[in-house]
C-alpha cells in the first residue's frame, strides 16, 4: 500500500497523540498528581503503597485530610510579610531603642480585643479547682495599683475589676508572669473544649493529636515584632500588588489622633480614634463635648474603631505586655525573620552598668488611657519588670499560623 506524503502526516500527528495520550494515563496513576493536605492522595507517591484514610486503621500507614488550621475564639488572622519596624516619628525621648529595619513576620493570629475584665475573672475561677488558695491570690489582678497617695481612686481600687459595669474593660494590674499563666491556661481549657466538642479521643498524646490536625496552637504573649506589624496594620496601605501609598505613626491613616475620614471609620469625622491622656491633667477632655473621648480611665475594649487588621485599641486604652526582654539596642542584634528576644544573649546585662537591665525586665507596648500620644505610635518601647504591675498594663495572647490553608 502507497501512501502520500499528506497522509504519512496525518498518520504520524496520529501517533504522537495516542502516544501522548498512553504517557499521560500512565502519569495520572491513583492518587498521583499535585497533593495538599485537604487532598493527600490514596497512594504514596514514593513507594506506591495505599494510604489509610481512617484513624482507626493502625494496619496501615494513616494520613490525615486537613483544610485547615484549627483556631481558638477571638483570634483574627494577621497575614504575615515584609515590613519596616522601628520607630518612624521623631524620637523626642532620645532613647534611641528602636531604629527602623526592615524583616519579614510570619502569618499568625491575635486576639482582636485586650483581655477584660471578665475573662480573667474565668481564668482565676477555672484556676481554684487545681491550685492552692495562696496560689489564686498570687494570681489575682492587684486592686491597689488604683490607689495614691495624693489621689483618691478608691472607687476604681474597689470596682474596677469585680463590678459588673466593668466587665469588658480590660483587665489591670497584671504582671507579666501573671499574663504568661493565663496564656498557658487558656491553652489547656480550650484544647479541652475543643476535645469534649469534636469528640477527640482523649488518650491521644500531643505529638497523636498533631499528627491529626485537631491540637490547638499554644496561646502565648506576641512578640514585640509580631505585636508592632500588627498594630500598624499597613495591608491597609496596600494598593497595585507591592506598592503602599504612605507609612503610618499610628495604627490608622493619618498625623493626627483624630478620624480624617467620613466614611471609612465608624464614628464621625474627627472623633478620637485612641484613649489616651491628651496633656497634664486632660484625661478626657471637656465635659458635653462629643468630639472628646470622654473617657478618664480605660474604656470597654470594642469602644474605638478597630485598625485595619480588626484589632481594637492597639494605641490607647491600655499598654499590652509583650514577650521579648527588654535590651536597648535589640534592633541591632535581632534576626530579620520572627525577631525575638528570648533572653539576654549577644547583650549581656553585665555590660550595663545599671541593674534595670536585666532578663526580668519585658517590654510594654501601645500607650494607654494615663499616656501622651507620642506612646501611641507602635514604634514605642518600655519596659518593666516582669512580675510588676500597674493600673495602664494589661495584654493579649497570639498564636501561630501553622502552615497555608489548602496547601
Given at each position: 500500500?502507497?501512501?502520500?506524503?499528506?497522509?504519512?502526516?496525518?498518520?504520524?500527528?496520529?501517533?504522537?497523540?495516542?502516544?501522548?495520550?498512553?504517557?499521560?494515563?500512565?502519569?495520572?496513576?491513583?492518587?498521583?498528581?499535585?497533593?495538599?493536605?485537604?487532598?493527600?492522595?490514596?497512594?504514596?507517591?514514593?513507594?506506591?503503597?495505599?494510604?489509610?484514610?481512617?484513624?482507626?486503621?493502625?494496619?496501615?500507614?494513616?494520613?490525615?485530610?486537613?483544610?485547615?488550621?484549627?483556631?481558638?475564639?477571638?483570634?483574627?488572622?494577621?497575614?504575615?510579610?515584609?515590613?519596616?519596624?522601628?520607630?518612624?516619628?521623631?524620637?523626642?525621648?532620645?532613647?534611641?531603642?528602636?531604629?527602623?529595619?526592615t524583616v519579614t513576620i510570619a502569618s499568625f493570629y491575635m486576639d482582636e480585643t485586650e483581655i477584660t475584665n471578665n475573662d480573667y475573672r474565668e481564668f482565676i475561677f477555672n484556676m481554684r479547682?487545681?491550685?492552692?488558695?495562696d496560689s489564686i491570690l498570687k494570681l489575682e489582678p492587684a486592686e491597689s495599683v488604683w490607689a495614691g497617695s495624693l489621689s483618691y481612686n478608691d472607687v476604681y481600687d474597689t470596682y474596677y475589676?469585680?463590678?459588673?459595669?466593668?466587665?469588658?474593660?480590660?483587665?489591670?494590674?497584671?504582671?507579666?508572669?501573671?499574663?504568661?499563666?493565663?496564656?498557658?491556661?487558656?491553652?489547656?481549657?480550650?484544647?479541652?473544649?475543643?476535645?469534649?466538642?469534636?469528640?477527640?479521643?482523649?488518650?491521644?498524646?500531643?505529638?497523636?493529636?498533631?499528627?491529626?490536625?485537631?491540637?490547638?496552637?499554644?496561646?502565648?504573649?506576641?512578640?514585640?515584632?509580631?505585636?508592632?506589624?500588627?498594630?500598624?496594620?499597613?495591608?491597609?496601605?496596600?494598593?497595585?500588588?507591592?506598592?503602599?501609598?504612605?507609612?503610618?505613626?499610628?495604627?490608622?491613616?493619618?498625623?493626627?489622633?483624630?478620624?480624617?475620614?467620613?466614611?471609612?471609620?465608624?464614628?464621625?469625622?474627627?472623633?478620637?480614634?485612641?484613649?489616651?491622656?491628651?496633656?497634664?491633667?486632660?484625661?478626657?477632655?471637656?465635659?458635653?463635648?462629643?468630639?472628646?473621648?470622654?473617657?478618664?480611665?480605660?474604656?470597654?475594649?470594642?469602644?474605638?474603631?478597630?485598625?485595619?487588621?480588626?484589632?481594637?485599641?492597639?494605641?490607647?486604652?491600655?499598654?499590652?505586655?509583650?514577650?521579648?526582654?527588654?535590651?536597648?539596642?535589640?534592633?541591632?542584634?535581632?534576626?530579620?525573620?520572627?525577631?525575638?528576644?528570648?533572653?539576654?544573649?549577644?547583650?549581656?546585662?553585665?555590660?550595663?552598668?545599671?541593674?534595670?537591665?536585666?532578663?526580668?525586665?519585658?517590654?510594654?507596648?501601645?500607650?494607654?488611657?494615663?499616656?501622651?500620644?507620642?506612646?501611641?505610635?507602635?514604634?514605642?518601647?518600655?519596659?518593666?519588670?516582669?512580675?510588676?504591675?500597674?493600673?495602664?498594663?494589661?495584654?493579649?495572647?497570639?498564636?501561630?499560623?501553622?502552615?497555608?490553608?489548602?496547601?
Amino acid at each position: 500500500m502507497v501512501f502520500g506524503k499528506s497522509n504519512l502526516r496525518m498518520i504520524a500527528a496520529t501517533l504522537l497523540i495516542v502516544g501522548g495520550a498512553i504517557l499521560s494515563s500512565c502519569n495520572k496513576q491513583t492518587g498521583y498528581g499535585r497533593r495538599t493536605a485537604a487532598k493527600p492522595g490514596k497512594v504514596s507517591p514514593t513507594t506506591g503503597a495505599s494510604y489509610s484514610l481512617s484513624d482507626k486503621d493502625t494496619t496501615n500507614f494513616y494520613v490525615t485530610r486537613v483544610a485547615k488550621q484549627i483556631i481558638g475564639p477571638n483570634l483574627k488572622y494577621i497575614q504575615g510579610g515584609r515590613a519596616v519596624l522601628g520607630s518612624q516619628e521623631q524620637d523626642v525621648m532620645a532613647f534611641r531603642d528602636n531604629v527602623e529595619r526592615t524583616v519579614t513576620i510570619a502569618s499568625f493570629y491575635m486576639d482582636e480585643t485586650e483581655i477584660t475584665n471578665n475573662d480573667y475573672r474565668e481564668f482565676i475561677f477555672n484556676m481554684r479547682k487545681k491550685v492552692s488558695a495562696d496560689s489564686i491570690l498570687k494570681l489575682e489582678p492587684a486592686e491597689s495599683v488604683w490607689a495614691g497617695s495624693l489621689s483618691y481612686n478608691d472607687v476604681y481600687d474597689t470596682y474596677y475589676y469585680r463590678f459588673p459595669g466593668f466587665n469588658f474593660y480590660p483587665v489591670a494590674g497584671v504582671s507579666w508572669t501573671q499574663a504568661s499563666v493565663y496564656a498557658k491556661w487558656r491553652t489547656e481549657y480550650v484544647s479541652e473544649l475543643m476535645r469534649e466538642k469534636n469528640k477527640i479521643d482523649s488518650t491521644l498524646n500531643k505529638n497523636q493529636l498533631i499528627e491529626r490536625g485537631v491540637s490547638l496552637p499554644e496561646y502565648r504573649l506576641p512578640s514585640e515584632a509580631e505585636w508592632e506589624y500588627a498594630a500598624k496594620a499597613m495591608i491597609g496601605t496596600q494598593y497595585m500588588d507591592e506598592n503602599q501609598e504612605q507609612g503610618r505613626i499610628y495604627p490608622w491613616d493619618g498625623r493626627g489622633v483624630r478620624n480624617p475620614y467620613n466614611i471609612k471609620r465608624k464614628g464621625r469625622q474627627g472623633d478620637f480614634l485612641g484613649n489616651f491622656k491628651r496633656g497634664r491633667g486632660d484625661y478626657a477632655g471637656i465635659a458635653g463635648s462629643v468630639s472628646n473621648d470622654g473617657d478618664i480611665i480605660p474604656a470597654n475594649v470594642y469602644d474605638y474603631p478597630p485598625n485595619d487588621f480588626g484589632l481594637y485599641n492597639m494605641a490607647g486604652n491600655v499598654n499590652e505586655w509583650v514577650n521579648d526582654v527588654y535590651r536597648p539596642l535589640s534592633y541591632q542584634d535581632f534576626d530579620d525573620l520572627n525577631p525575638l528576644r528570648k533572653d539576654g544573649v549577644f547583650d549581656e546585662e553585665e555590660t550595663y552598668g545599671t541593674t534595670m537591665i536585666t532578663d526580668e525586665f519585658r517590654v510594654y507596648k501601645g500607650g494607654s488611657w494615663r499616656d501622651v500620644t507620642y506612646w501611641l505610635a507602635p514604634g514605642t518601647r518600655r519596659f518593666m519588670h516582669q512580675d510588676s504591675a500597674t493600673n495602664h498594663i494589661g495584654f493579649r495572647c497570639a498564636m501561630i499560623a501553622i502552615g497555608q490553608q489548602g496547601k
